[in-house]
């Protein structure tokens, strides 16, 4: 079946450090890719999508790639910030709407 | 513009009982969905309800239950509650569920089962 793998954490960087968090999936057919991001005792917030094969979704300095080829969406961004300390989930949806989630990977941004 | 609303934010129960949870999409959305957060098994599927059906459904046990009234606000329903309920449920709508449309999501309701 469908599924999402993501890199295990938690990752610890010191700010302004360069971020890749990895992300490959499993699908059939074409899915939509998200990155989701969840702060201390809130729900997921949408951080960026991407809907077709080389489709870049950035948002906040968040950047990630639909690579078809590799089936991978990772998510980098350039320079970490404390505030950005969160876990970040990589989810498809494939036809039929539902979202599946890989586990998370837990983000420690030390000043 | 509201995002999504779930209550309670919290809830203690006890095994054998029943709980309802109660979600209000944001206004304009008609696809509610719900998902079950723990540690263990991480962020689950549970269904998805559009003009009052339901529509997809996860893995679940016939426990869980849901069901979206005409103005698109869904409850969920989990009937003899089990120490392995207690978790994170988030619901999450959309405009039509369509799959390159985003999730909104609530702040959750954490349910603990004593």
């Known amino acids: 079946g469908d599924s999402v793998t993501q890199m295990e954490g938690p990752v610890t960087l010191s700010e302004e450090a360069f971020l890749t968090i990895n992300c490959t999936y499993t699908?059939?057919?074409?899915?939509?890719l998200f990155w989701y991001v969840q702060y201390p005792g809130e729900g997921l917030q949408l951080l960026l999508k991407?809907?077709?094969?080389?489709d870049k979704g950035s948002n906040k300095g968040f950047e990630a790639t639909y690579r078809k080829e590799t089936t991978s969406f990772h998510l980098e961004k350039g320079s970490v910030q404390v505030s950005d300390s969160a876990v970040y989930f990589c989810?498809?949806?494939?036809?039929?709407?539902?979202?599946?989630f890989g586990q998370g990977t837990e983000l420690s941004v030390k000043p | 513009k509201a995002g999504v609303t779930q209550t309670p934010r919290y809830l203690i129960k006890t095994r054998g009982q029943q709980v309802t949870l109660s979600c209000s999409p944001i206004?304009?959305?008609?696809?509610v969905s719900w998902y079950q957060q723990t540690p263990g098994q991480g962020l689950q599927f549970l269904f998805e309800?559009?003009?009052?059906?339901?529509?997809n459904k996860g893995n679940f046990p016939g426990r869980f239950s849901g069901r979206q009234f005409s103005n698109s606000r869904s409850e969920m329903n989990v009937s003899t509650l089990e120490l392995g309920d207690s978790a994170l449920y988030l619901c999450?709508?959309?405009?039509?569920?369509?799959?390159?449309?985003?999730?909104?999501f609530g702040d959750g309701t954490r349910l603990s089962i004593l």
């Open positions: 999450a709508s959309s405009l039509d569920g369509g799959r390159n449309q985003p999730q909104h």
């Open positions: 699908a059939t057919g074409y899915p939509s």
């Open positions: 991407a809907t077709k094969a080389d």
């Open positions: 989810a498809l949806t494939p036809p039929g709407g539902k979202l599946i």
């Open positions: 206004s304009g959305h008609r696809s």
């Open positions: 309800y559009f003009s009052e059906t339901q529509r």
